[in-house]
């Protein structure tokens, strides 16, 4: 019993948790409730271990929570975070069992200024997805032998020559066309949307690089304008984009025909190797020198063949000659005895059409209909003649064997008047007794007068 005098159920029939499955359950319940989130905060409590990880606390006006940062994921921090800097981390909500403290595990962490950035940039990507202005059916093949590739960067920048440095080096002899612009600042989208509306008014060019080098996320915001987007959509020439670093990912890489990591990775992906097709086009030749070797071979050995075979033509002639003639005859043949089979033909198959027409089908119906009404006549005629015959029969039977029969051969039935018992024998009855005698036609009441036995 209880204190409060309520039965309670036996320890044993309980399901007691322990206090380990207990936090492992609710990490699992708040993990699988929870997608990656943002979360905005200010850095306090930081802490670095040896193990390389990263443990600190986010905090606002009113509260905080604890954050591990592992050293696989800070490994690729842009920055050094320190107490005080206001940061934009997205993690995974969890508990850490040992202590059983909720935390958060932070996959992705950044400076947040550059936070608003990076919400504005999903903002604009998700829309633009969901308008289809991403999806791959409209991405354009690249040519495989451009020959003239056009560029939209800054003329002074790094990536300009990069990809004339990969380009010469792949491709000499292709022709590029640059196309100056800015690529930071106010300016920068608006003339490259203006500089890629060109290329397409001009086009002169088989495939366009849009290039920039690497920087922070506000360095690289011109290539994140919805215009541009839209822009690099609405080009007839194909585009490719070679925009900061292999981490680095803006809209207009979404919305190009192919994304590069980097401007040089961008002029290869569009230039063949020469190096390349020089060893292709010579394992060509080699290839089809062996086979047109092989080819005039064969046709050699067929020439010998061919020879050998005409060493009598005009026996040839004369034999192809008589095969002519026979063809033309069988031909002939054919010719005349085509129009009569085709009559032969014709008419089985009219008469084919005639009986299944519904009015043959109908009159055959009606003649079976007919016949089978006489036999089912007949038979029943014989059936009743057959049961007659057999009751005749079985009357004359009876008749042989019935009283009645016996009566109209002279005999008679006698009973007793007075008890109506059958009279047998003489001695059955007295003198003056009266009798009553049944004949085949008609009954007798009689008087005995005299009697004798044996």
Known sequence: MSSDGRSQAPVSLKDVYTVSRLNLEVRSLIESSYPPIWVEGEVSNLARPRSGHIYFSLKDDSCQVRCAMFRTRNRQLEFDPEDGMQVLANARVSLYPERGEFQLIVQYMEEAGAGALRRAFEALKLRLAAEGLFEEAKKRPLPEFPAVIGVVTSPTGAALRDILHVIQRRHPGVKVVIYPVPVQGAQAAPEIVRMIGVVGARNDCDVLIVARGGGSIEDLWAFNEEQLARAIRAC??????????????????????????????????????????????????????????????????????????????????????????????????????????????????NARLAA???????????????????????????????ARARVSETTRALNSISPIGTLERGYSILTRAEDGALVSAAESVKRGQRVHARLAKGELDLTVEEKKSG
């Open 236 to 349: 007839p020439v194909p585009v490719v984009t070679g925009i900061g670093h292999e981490v680095d990912f803006t809209i207009a890489d979404f919305a190009a025909d192919r994304r590069a990591p980097t401007p040089s990775a961008a002029a290869e992906l569009v230039t063949p190797d020469v190096r390349h097709l020089v060893i292709r086009i010579g394992s060509s030749r080699q290839r089809l020198t062996t086979l047109m070797a092989a080819l005039i071979r064969n046709q050699r050995e067929n020439l010998d063949r061919l020879s050998k075979r005409l060493l009598l033509p005009r026996r040839r002639l004369l034999d192809l000659t008589q095969r002519v003639d026979e063809l033309s005859l069988r031909l002939n043949r054919s010719a005349r005895g085509a129009p009569v089979s085709r009559r032969a033909a014709l008419a089985a198959l």
């Open 356 to 386: 299944r027409h519904p009015a043959s089908q109908v009159d055959l119906h009606r003649a079976r209909q007919a016949d089978l009404r006489r036999r089912l006549g007949d038979l029943a005629r014989r059936r009743l003649s057959d």
